[in-house]
């Protein structure tokens, strides 16, 4: 066997022309998302006014295994695609681990991480149907960053609500959403009933991402011709990021590579679903075996401290309520908060793998994953995202185990996207004023006891 390349890359003709859709092989399926008012299983009818209409098919088929991708989204996936996997050959030096790590580098775009495989899609589903737009909400600013740059390629309008906070700390991540046409408001704002609503409840308010979500619905459902889309947490949005998963298996494979462990960081689900997706599969089928473990900030435990149970998906409590590991849709995660990963709920899919028992999931503190960050910044030479990091720092420990015990595992884990626009958090660490906030067992209950009834 020759030595395994710093960087595994495909040829362009060993790029998945299909996306895979684990649920197909789920023998127990997740748990159908159901109507806000009626409670009842959602129909591609209910979800029409909202979402686009192969979007809504695509959020509902949990028996098809392979949907193909489209021509036109494969020609946008061929300017930043295949994304390499690579040896961190140099991270293992530096922990003197006999470990094999090798990490799926999703940054290599101008968004900055992998929601561009989801946001291309989307688009494209859009404009096939004819509308003239789409809205959404951003946080962060990654997810309106590859909606903004999937619309333009499609020549669609692209509306972001931004949280408030966010828009007025991440100038820049507004400024590239701008360079790429589109139209970005704080929220919550002005333009809509919801967020005329808030402001007056709580002036000065800075927003949240639940309350941009609701304004995001009302503007898509309140203007002809336009639909919402979002960018994770949902099984569609986990479909096309099976594109990962598929690519690292074909990677492997060229090498002969069986990964042991698999790695990726956990917000709402979309990353680490997509990568594991095709690894899951082999599980489901038993054809192999793996370990795989999610990471989340110990700050918003979802998968390691929530319920499993029907919750709403928006604080505005507009979107469907899917039954997954939650904090309850009004939790907001300690303002100290600063690597992302913030959302309340999970993926329904992760959500139901976890309870099976397919995967495990750790919950790490937030100074440990700068540390982590920033070994291996100085090591491997990308600056990863605060986000991404979740999942280097529990590599490394991984690694380290393998370093008691001499077991030369290979370990994969999603790099999910770079950190530039996250100075400031990045800044509070090596000023050493960065701290870590734990939620208390009252503090969760009290979140939990408002779970909606449904039975
Ligand atoms: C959005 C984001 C995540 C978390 O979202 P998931 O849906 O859980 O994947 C992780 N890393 C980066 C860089 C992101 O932008």
Redesign the pocket.
């Known amino acids: 066997m020759s030595k395994i390349p710093y960087k595994i890359y495909l040829e362009e003709n060993e790029m998945p022309k299909e996306w895979y859709n684990v649920r197909a092989d789920m023998k127990k399926k997740p748990a159908p998302i159901l109507h806000p008012g009626t409670l009842k299983p959602v129909t591609v009818e209910d979800l029409a006014p909202i979402f686009c209409e192969e979007l809504a098919k695509q959020e509902l088929d949990d028996t098809t295994p392979y949907i193909e991708i489209p021509e036109e989204i494969r020609n946008f996936y061929r300017m930043y695609r295949p994304s390499p996997l690579v040896r961190a050959y140099c991270l293992e030096e530096k922990l003197q681990t006999p470990a094999h790590i090798y990490y799926k580098f ?2 290599n775009n101008t968004s ?4 561009l495989n989801s946001a291309i899609a989307q688009a494209y589903y859009a404009k096939k149907q004819g509308l003239k737009g789409v809205t959404t909400e951003t946080g ?1 600013g ?2 309106g960053t590859a909606l903004s740059m999937a619309c333009s390629y499609f020549g669609l309008d692209c509306q972001v609500y931004m949280v408030k906070c966010s828009y007025e700390q991440k100038p820049f991540r507004r400024e590239v959403m701008r360079t790429y046409g589109a139209k970005v408001t704080p929220s919550p704002s002005m333009n809509t009933n919801v967020g005329r609503k808030i402001n007056a409840e709580f002036p000065g308010t800075t927003g949240s991402l639940g309350c941009a979500i609701s304004e995001a619905v009302e503007a898509a459902t309140t203007q002809e011709g336009y639909r919402y889309v979002l ?3 949902l099984a569609q ?1 986990l479909l096309h ?1 099976s594109v990962i998963g598929l690519e690292t298996s074909t990677a492997l494979k060229k090498y002969g590579i069986k990964a042991d462990t698999i790695i ?11 990568l594991i997706s095709p690894f899951v599969g082999e599980m489901l089928r038993g054809e192999a075996n793996y370990e795989i473990i999610a990471v989340e900030p110990a700050s918003c435990p979802s998968l390691t401290r929530g319920k499993y149970a029907y919750d709403f998906c928006d604080t505005g409590k507009v979107c469907p309520l899917a039954k997954m590991y939650t904090l309850g849709s009004s939790f907001i995660p300690s303002a100290n908060h600063a690597g ?2 913030r ?1 309340h709920g999970m ?1 329904s899919i992760v959500s139901e793998l976890y309870d099976q028992g397919l995967i495990k999931a750790r919950s790490v503190e937030q100074t440990s994953v700068f540390e982590a960050a920033t070994t291996f910044a100085r090591v491997e030479g990308i600056l990863p ?1 605060p ?2 990091s979740h999942a280097i720092k529990v590599a490394i420990d991984e690694a380290l185990k393998c370093k008691e015990t001499g077991e030369e595992k290979n370990i994969v884990f999603g790099l ?3 950190g530039y626009f996250d100075m400031y958090a990045y800044q509070s660490y090596n000023d050493g004023t960065m701290t870590d906030y734990i939620p208390t067992d009252e503090e969760i209950a009290k979140y939990l006891s408002n779970l909606p009834k449904v039975d």
Not at 264 to 274: K, R
Request: aromatic share 6%.
């Open positions: 999703e940054g900055g991480s992998h929601k962060a990654q997810w960018g994770s947490v949005v990021q990726g960081c956990a917000g709402g689900g979309s990353n680490l679903g997509g992302g990963l959302y993926s995202a986000e991404s999910t996207g770079t």
